[in-house]
């Protein structure tokens, strides 16, 4: 009869563990954005020290890339997202971020002004950006419309000032706020 007793409070405890493990929803893990989803806000920190929230920008079409001065790739990607930079702003309705990842923000405004480019540029010091966006590497970049809802997601390196990605952009800043 003792036997049965413990071993009826050990399935009993270890239902309720199983029961409360469960249900927890994030596992230990943060739940990264997806398309369709809401962007949670995140701080960013820009050369002179000032800070900008993601919240900041709603209203605008915002496009994220995260790169790094040491990635090949996003270095090939910088001409067509300062090509694109350069077409779209002046449009209030768009904004450009780009964020660094492993890498430090006086080398890259070192990099873009040697470079001339005008793009702006940011740190997030925590990373809670990179892990909203369960960034896998660089370039990364998320298109997020005016709403805050992310509407694109782009791996790799891209032709930012093709004429396909300038009308899937000025689609997005067309519509309703």
């Known amino acids: 009869m003792k036997n049965k007793s413990i071993l009826l409070i050990s399935i009993l405890i270890a239902a309720l563990a199983v029961l409360f493990f469960a249900t927890r929803s994030d596992h230990g893990i943060p739940e990264t954005v997806s398309i369709g989803d809401t962007v949670p806000d995140f701080e960013l920190i820009d050369a002179e020290n000032r800070t900008t929230k993601l919240s900041d920008l709603r209203g605008s079409i915002v496009l994220i890339n995260f ?3 040491w990635c090949e790739s996003c270095i090939d990607e910088m001409p067509s997202l300062e090509n694109l930079h350069k077409n779209l702003s ?28 005008s793009l702006p540029v940011y740190a997030n010091p925590n990373g809670s950006a990179a892990r909203n966006f369960g960034l896998t590497g660089v370039p990364e970049t998320y298109l997020i419309d005016k709403k805050g809802i992310l509407r694109e997601k782009v791996i790799g390196p891209a032709d930012w000032d093709s004429l396909r990605a300038v009308q899937t952009i000025r689609a997005f800043m067309n519509e309703p706020g």
Do not use: C, Q
């Open 67 to 69: 790169w790094a001065t």
């Open 90 to 117: 002046g449009e209030t309705s768009f904004r450009m971020v780009t964020v660094l990842f492993k890498d430090n923000l006086p080398r890259a405004t070192d990099y873009l002004k040697d470079n001339r480019y």
